[in-house]
């Protein structure tokens, strides 16, 4: 055969590849022996039961660091290979892409402002991404103040206030002449309820920067049926920690599930004040002090009235109102940087650093209760959050890239496809 014949076969072989035509070529990649897990004086092993199969790429322009987006993209329920994403449009202002990414097409919803005709609402920090990332809640400003914005691809943004109630349209205010109190506020794991409440005026905050003050309630916002309600009534806390400082609290958790809620809030370790969380129903909220890691990197488990927070690689289980030692669930890497548990406990996906890179790392239990360790993907610098599709045979990867030919952020959704074998004996 010329050498024309072999570069034409060549590039045949690697067009059917390419497509998904040829034969599965595993590129999984195991890079850890066997090691004892001293925690749980156990066995982590490497095991070959998930194989990931295919390796995609979606870069789009991510939305400005400053606006502290944890989260933009969601894997598409209704169809296969498609996306969810929320991003900045190339001649300015936000947009929602639907994107077919194996070809990089995509069709786009502009976020409107709010006016009719208007592109460009202003966005106050954070940018909450709803987990099917068809939603977002932001902060606005008008006349009185901070206003509570949530917009959606096929609905009118709804404007909340404090109370609980939805504003109108109403008037701009120039920036400096509001008065800074803020909301917060977080979409629970489904994505389909928005808690929020708001803060306690800076005036106030400053004489009693030893409470945790919620002067308006706690609310939560319902995208089906657009109903409001109080999840819990106007309370305050004494904190133990320097009355000094202003400490500063972030909802870093809030879920619902069957009437029950719970929020979890982190302070600054410099203020001295525990962290908190909150739970219950629709009466006064049950309070516990803890002792949370920097990055708890917190996931909750409300079906078990639990959540899951990370600790030095160390992923606990820790139930709500119980005080003592958590339950450890596996020892992955004190380098770990992110976790997702699967529904029934039995996985757990990880971001892990190492050196210079981060591996995307699986952990499967067997009924034996051993650990096995596989590496999925090696090199995921910039992961923001991971995502597992229902069937859990797809994870979504969303990162930053560091781009030096781009003025602008740029995003990345990694997406691994992959088989499974049988659970390992």
């Given at each position: ?226 109903q409001i309600m109080q999840v819990w009534e106007p309370l305050e806390l004494k904190l133990r920690g320097d009355v000094s400082r202003v400490p500063a609290a972030q909802t ?21 004040c525990p962290d908190v969380l909150l739970w219950g129903g629709e009466s006064e909220p049950q309070v516990q002090f803890l002792s949370l890691p920097e990055n708890p990197c ?128």
């Amino acid at each position: 055969m010329n050498n024309r014949k072999k570069t034409a076969a060549l590039l045949a072989a690697c067009a059917l590849l390419a497509c998904g035509c040829g034969r599965r070529e595993p590129v999984t990649m195991n890079l850890e022996e066997v090691r004892l897990n001293r925690y749980a004086d156990a066995v982590v092993q490497t095991m070959n039961e998930y194989q990931v199969i295919r390796t995609r790429r979606y870069l789009y322009p991510g939305v400005g660091s400053w606006l502290d987006v944890n989260r933009t993209a969601s894997i598409y329920r209704a169809e296969p290979e498609k996306i969810c994403l929320f991003t900045e449009r190339e001649g300015g202002g936000y947009e929602w892409r639907e994107v077919h990414y194996p070809y990089g097409f995509y069709d786009a919803v502009q976020l409107q402002g709010r006016e009719a005709g208007s592109v460009s609402p202003l966005l106050i920090a954070p940018i909450a991404v709803a987990a099917d990332a068809n939603a977002i809640a932001y902060q606005t400003m008008d006349e009185n103040g901070y206003v509570l914005a949530v917009s959606e691809t096929d609905k009118r943004t709804v404007f909340l206030d404090e109370s609980g109630q939805v504003l109108g349209d109403r008037a701009m205010a120039a920036e400096g002449e509001h008065r800074w109190n803020h909301f917060e506020y977080g979409w629970s794991a489904d994505g389909t309820m928005l808690f929020y409440y708001k803060m306690a005026e800076s005036e106030q905050s400053v004489s009693s920067a030893h409470y945790l003050s919620l002067p308006y309630g706690v609310y939560s916002y319902d995208r089906a049926s657009g109903q409001i309600m109080q999840v819990w009534e106007p309370l305050e806390l004494k904190l133990r920690g320097d009355v000094s400082r202003v400490p500063a609290a972030q909802t870093v958790a809030a879920d619902s599930n069957e009437g029950l809620t719970a929020m979890i809030f982190l302070f600054d370790d410099a203020s001295g004040c525990p962290d908190v969380l909150l739970w219950g129903g629709e009466s006064e909220p049950q309070v516990q002090f803890l002792s949370l890691p920097e990055n708890p990197c917190i996931q909750m488990a409300l079906e078990e009235e639990a959540y899951y927070y990370q600790e030095e690689g160390k992923i606990q289980k820790a139930r709500l109102g119980v005080t003592g030692q958590p339950e450890l669930i596996v020892y992955t890497d004190p380098g770990l940087q992110s976790f997702l548990v699967s529904s029934d406990g039995q996985k757990v996906f990880t971001v892990e650093k190492r050196g210079d890179t981060e591996d995307i790392c699986l952990y499967i239990c067997d009924e034996k209760k051993n650990w096995y360790k596989q590496i999925l993907y090696v090199g995921a610098e910039g992961t923001r959050s991971i995502q597992l599709s229902e069937d859990e045979l797809k994870l979504l990867i969303e990162g930053r890239v560091e781009s030096t030919s781009q003025m602008r952020t740029q995003s990345q959704a990694l997406i691994l496809e992959f088989y499974h074998e049988e659970t390992p004996d």
